[in-house]
């Protein structure tokens, strides 16, 4: 008689994707190279509907919109920043919003040199920044994940349109002329964790703080240990942007939080957190001791000017 490990190994032998996939377990190497049409279809489903979620959690929802004192449904705030009433005051907003299908299509077409030229034409726009990063780059980061989701485009697609906005955001950066920025302008550190792989979020916000006027330190380089406490104790910020990317690394935020109200020279600094998992699980991190959690850029920048003036 068979004991009764040898029938659990039977009955998991004998499981289709789909049950291995209901249960929370995943497929071997060898079960891989067997699966059936059916099979590969069933997978497919299961992970599309995962991102699907996945990406649906990032969106603040939009029930509660308030345009020209009438409630406004069914659109996401991340897509149409213009029903902000704060976006809405920004310069050159509706040239910016004009960009969002050509540049979107750029993006995903085979062709680099369509995105190129679309580059060196908002060079030209003269458009602020701040107003590209929140009327034209986030709407395009947030629309790329929708796009995989609803077969809009495939992965490989969406992982080519991605690196091209990111460094698109680069160039923006630094292609116009830099302004000189006084001393005694508002000074920012960012940093992010260990498990922040993409960093679009954080060199968004980049970009809208300097085009603030701030004096912005650190970003997607910095990762949040040695060097940034070392940054903090050099001299002071007004304020210090924590991007987390993984839910796990919750812990090692609060830590970097309770280490900073700690230290003389930053316990005047404010904290705001965002990021991956502060978008996905915003709850778990109200009661680390930051002073704001911020689910977009333009959240961020808005409660920074509050905080701070």
Aim: charged fraction near 20%.
């Amino acid at each position: 008689m068979a004991n009764n490990n040898d029938s659990e190994r039977q009955t998991e032998k004998n499981q289709t994707p789909s049950d291995l996939a209901g249960n929370g377990q995943t497929l071997k190497a060898d079960q891989t190279a067997n699966l059936s049409l059916q099979d590969l279809t069933v997978l497919e489903t299961t992970v599309r509907g995962q991102v699907s979620g996945l990406v649906g959690a990032l969106h603040p929802k939009a029930e509660k919109l308030i345009v020209n004192g009438s409630p406004v449904s069914g659109l996401d705030l991340r897509l149409h920043p213009e029903l902000d009433e704060r976006a809405r005051q920004m310069p050159s907003m509706d040239v910016a919003i004009s960009y969002r299908v050509p540049f979107l299509k750029s993006l995903i077409d085979p062709d680099p040199r369509h995105h190129r030229d679309l580059i060196e034409e908002l060079v030209q726009t003269n458009i602020p920044l701040q107003t590209l990063a929140i009327h034209l780059l986030c709407p395009i980061a947030t629309e790329l994940g929708n796009y995989w989701c609803t077969d809009d485009a495939d992965f490989m697609q969406v992982a080519v349109a991605s690196t091209r906005l990111s460094n698109i955001v680069n160039h923006l950066t630094h292609a116009g002329p830099q302004p000189s920025v006084p001393t005694s302008a508002k000074r920012i550190l960012l940093a992010r964790s260990h498990g922040t792989k993409h960093t679009l979020g954080v060199n968004l916000v980049r970009m809208c703080f300097r085009d603030l006027g701030w004096i912005v330190d650190g970003g997607a380089d910095m990762e949040i240990g040695d060097t940034m406490y070392m940054r903090l104790s050099a001299r002071p910020y007004d304020m210090l942007g924590l991007s987390v990317g993984r839910l796990e690394e919750a812990n090692d935020c609060m830590e970097a939080i309770q280490r900073c109200r700690s230290e003389a020279a930053t316990d005047n600094t404010k904290i705001v957190i965002g990021g991956a998992a502060v978008l996905t699980h915003p709850d778990s991190f109200q009661n680390m001791g930051a002073d704001f959690v911020a689910l977009s850029a333009l959240e961020a920048i808005t409660l920074a000017e509050q905080a701070v003036g």
